[in-house]
């Protein structure tokens, strides 16, 4: 963990899918569209707020694996070792960073919400993630639209000429 982000957001990937009702019928699919569409949501969330997202997936019952990680979209994904869950690798990196720095984690799970708490870190459910996710996307919608009006009156005062310069303009570059 690099010392440059001022907030990280740990998600306890298969705790999310399993809790948002879109990703659990895509999961019933295909578990890893449903881990790529969790993966390109938070890649968005990251952009948009700063915050350093790492996404933990369990892969404590899969015989004889190791931790892997790997990078997607700024989005660090990691998938745990045999006999290691998603909840102890972040409790493992809440021993670390949890009173140095601002650590959220993302699960529903009421036993680690209260474990994160306790090690210094704050806790947000998957339903209260989603809530955070809709209204970002909500006010990056409404600053869209204030653009979009914002330019259309900048046009609407240009006389056609101009207009006409910059039509031609844009289909040159």
């Given amino acids: 963990m690099k010392g440059m982000h001022k907030e990280y ?29 969790l993966v390109e949501i938070m890649a968005e969330y990251q952009s948009y707020t700063g915050i350093k997202v790492t996404i933990v997936f369990d892969a404590h019952l899969v015989k004889g694996s190791s931790e892997k990680k790997e990078k997607i979209k700024g989005v660090e994904i990691i998938y745990t070792k045999e006999k ?36 210094g870190g704050t806790r947000v459910s998957a339903r209260e993630l989603k809530l955070e996710i809709g209204q970002h996307k909500e006010a990056i919608r409404r600053k869209n639209i204030k653009l979009n009006e914002s330019n259309d009156l900048i046009i609407g005062r240009l006389d056609k000429e101009t207009l006409e310069k910059l039509e031609k303009w844009g289909k040159n570059s």
């Fill in 9 to 37: 957001l740990f998600v306890d990937g298969y705790n999310i899918i399993n809790a948002w009702e879109d990703l659990r019928e895509l999961s019933n699919i295909s578990l890893e569209s449903a881990r790529n569409e």
């Fill in 84 to 119: 290691e869950t998603a909840d102890h690798y972040i409790e493992k990196i809440l021993d670390s960073i949890g009173r140095t720095k601002k650590v959220r984690v993302a699960t529903s799970d009421w036993v680690e919400q209260q474990i994160v708490m306790g090690r």
